[in-house]
């Protein structure tokens, strides 16, 4: 997706152990479950889509840990989340 000036954002954070976690392979998924895009995490563990209205899921895979995945409304705006992964 292009950024757009007006269109929401879903942005957020990766940890692992309560750190910041760097290259974690996160995927965005649309509201009828279709894969849109993806991204890795920078050193901070942040990573940012540009998504229109809509909920959104939010899978980040890291080898190590369990998938993990957060569910996104961002009908009113932007929307920030914390990933925590957990150990395989």
């Known amino acids: 997706m292009t950024a757009k000036e007006n269109a929401p ?3 957020g954070t990766v940890s692992r152990e309560g750190k910041p976690a760097g290259g974690v392979y996160v995927r965005l998924v649309g509201p009828s479950g279709e894969f849109v895009a993806e991204e ?3 050193d901070d563990g942040a990573f940012t ?8 899921t ?3 895979r890291a ?3 369990e ?3 957060e569910s996104v409304d961002v009908s009113t705006g932007d929307a920030t ?3 925590d992964l ?3």
Do not use: D, L, M, R
């Open 86 to 88: 957990q150990p395989a």
């Open 49 to 56: 889509f540009h998504v229109t209205a809509g909920t959104w």
């Open 81 to 83: 989340i914390q990933v």
């Open 40 to 42: 890795y995490t920078k």
């Open 58 to 60: 939010i899978e980040a």
């Open 63 to 65: 080898a190590g840990a």
């Open 67 to 69: 998938t993990a995945k």
């Open 9 to 11: 954002s879903i942005s």
